[in-house]
C-alpha cells in the first residue's frame, strides 16, 4: 500500500503537516527500496521539495551507484530545473569517480581527516575493526567499511 502511494502519502501528510507521519512514510519507502532504475533522479527532486533526508540521501546513493546508466537516461532532464540538486548529483559523482581505489571501494577523504588517532581508534573500537596502525591506515579502514555497508543497504 505505502509503496504504490507513497508520493500521494506524502504529499497528504505534507500538506496537513503531520511531520511525523511524513517520516514514518520515508522510512517505510526507504527500507522497500522503493527506488527503480527509471525513477531514482524523480524520487531524488521530490524527496528534496518534500524535506526527506533519508529518501534524498537514499536516492542520491542509488543515482551515484549506477551514474552512467541513470545520467544517461530520460529521466535526468529532471535536474534541469535545479541547479542546486544538479551540483549535488554532479559532486558525488565526482567524488566517486576521483576516489575510487582500484578495488572500487569508494573512499570520501574527508570524512575523517578532522580525527585525532585516538579518536579514529574511537569510531574503529565502535564497529569492531582493528585500531593499529598509521592515521590514514585508520581513516582507509573506516572508509572500507563505511563503504561496504552503503553498498550492502543498496543491494
Not at 4 to 31: C, F, R, T
Not at 68 to 77: G, M, P, R, T, Y
Request: hydrophobic share 45%.
Amino acid at each position: 500500500m505505502v509503496r504504490a502511494s507513497g508520493k500521494d502519502l506524502v504529499y497528504a501528510a505534507n500538506l496537513y503537516e503531520l511531520n511525523s507521519l511524513k517520516h514514518i512514510i520515508e522510512m517505510i519507502l526507504v527500507e522497500d527500496r522503493v527506488i527503480e532504475f527509471g525513477q531514482a533522479v524523480s524520487w531524488f527532486v521530490f524527496a528534496d521539495s518534500m524535506t526527506l533526508p533519508l529518501m534524498k540521501e537514499y536516492a542520491l546513493k542509488y543515482i551515484v551507484a549506477r551514474a552512467d546508466e541513470i545520467l544517461a537516461h530520460e529521466s535526468c532532464h529532471q535536474l534541469e530545473d535545479s541547479l542546486d540538486l544538479y551540483r549535488e548529483v554532479a559532486k558525488a559523482v565526482a567524488a566517486k569517480q576521483c576516489n575510487s581505489k582500484t578495488s572500487g571501494v569508494f573512499v570520501c577523504p574527508t570524512k575523517y581527516l578532522d580525527y585525532s588517532v585516538d579518536g579514529l581508534r574511537v569510531a574503529l573500537n565502535e564497529r569492531g575493526l582493528d585500531v593499529d596502525g598509521c592515521k590514514d591506515t585508520l581513516i582507509a579502514r573506516l572508509n572500507e567499511h563505511d563503504n561496504k555497508q552503503e553498498v550492502e543497504f543498496l543491494d
